[in-house]
C-alpha cells in the first residue's frame, strides 16, 4: 500500500483543511503505526491483516466502502477512552488511505504489471520499486516534511490496544525518520507502472486530493 509520504501528505492536509487535531505529533505517529508490524519478528500477513483491521477472509479489494467507514467509525468510538484520541484517529486514517489505495491505485498498477511483457521483476518487487522511488521523491521535493519530522521525533510511542507493542511502533517511527536520510532511493530500476502524476495528478485523477475530499466529506472521524 502507500509508503509513508503519501500517509503524511493526506494526514497534513486534513489538518490544514481545519481538522481538530489535539496533538500533532500523536497524530501523525498513528498514521505511520499501522505499519510497525514490519519491526515484530516472525511477522506474517496474517499479523499484518490483523493491524490494519482487514476483516477476517477478505482483501481490500472486496470490502466495500461505504460499510467499512460504518466499521471505522465504531471503531473509532469503541477505543476512544482506551488510548490516545488523535494517535487512534492517525491509525485509523492510515487504514483508510490503505483500502482507498487499493481500490484505485493498486488495481491501476496490477493491470499495467500485467499487460507489460517484459517485466524485470516480479510484482512485489516491481510495486515496490515504483512506490519507494516516488516516495523519495515527494520527500525531497517537500517544502512541508521539516514540519512534519520534527513533529515525528517528539511523538511518544506507546502500547496500542492489543495490536502493537511500545517497542514496535518505536522502532517503526525511527526507521521513517531515518529512510530517507540517503536522499535516493534503494531500488534502482526506472519506475514503469506508478508515476508521481498519477497520484498527484490535478485534472481527471488526484488519489491525494480525491481521497482527503472522500474522508472530510463521509465524517468518519
Known amino acids: 500500500m502507500p509508503l509513508p509520504m503519501v500517509h503524511l501528505d493526506i494526514a497534513r492536509r486534513i489538518i490544514d483543511l481545519g481538522y481538530k487535531v489535539h496533538k500533532i505529533p500523536q497524530f501523525y505517529l498513528g498514521i505511520i503505526s499501522p505499519d510497525a508490524i514490519h519491526m515484530r519478528k516472525d511477522s506474517n500477513r496474517i499479523h499484518k491483516n490483523d493491524t490494519h483491521l ?105 502500547d496500542f490496544i492489543d495490536y502493537l507493542s511500545k517497542e514496535e511502533i518505536e522502532l517503526w517511527k525511527e526507521r521513517t525518520l531515518h529512510w530517507f536520510d540517503e536522499g535516493v532511493s534503494r531500488h534502482k530500476n526506472p519506475i514503469k507502472y506508478i508515476f508521481k502524476e498519477d497520484i498527484f495528478k490535478e485534472d481527471i485523477f488526484s488519489f491525494v486530493e480525491n481521497s482527503v475530499d472522500l474522508i472530510m466529506r463521509e465524517e468518519i472521524y
Open 54 to 158: 482487514i476483516p477476517e477472509g477478505k482483501t481490500w479489494i472486496n470490502v466495500g466502502e461505504k460499510e467499512y467507514f460504518i466499521f471505522m467509525k465504531n471503531f473509532f468510538s469503541k477505543n476512544l477512552e482506551n488510548v490516545d484520541n488523535d494517535f487512534l484517529r492517525g491509525y485509523g486514517l492510515h487504514i483508510i488511505t490503505d483500502m482507498m489505495w487499493s481500490k484505485q491505485v493498486y488495481t491501476y498498477f496490477e493491470k499495467k504489471f500485467e499487460n507489460d511483457p517484459s517485466p524485470v521483476q516480479d510484482l512485489r518487487m516491481a510495486y515496490y520499486n515504483d512506490t519507494d522511488i516516488l516516495d523519495q521523491v515527494i520527500f525531497n521535493e517537500s517544502d512541508w516534511r521539516n514540519d512534519v519530522w520534527e513533529k515525528l521525533m517528539i511523538s511518544e510511542s506507546n
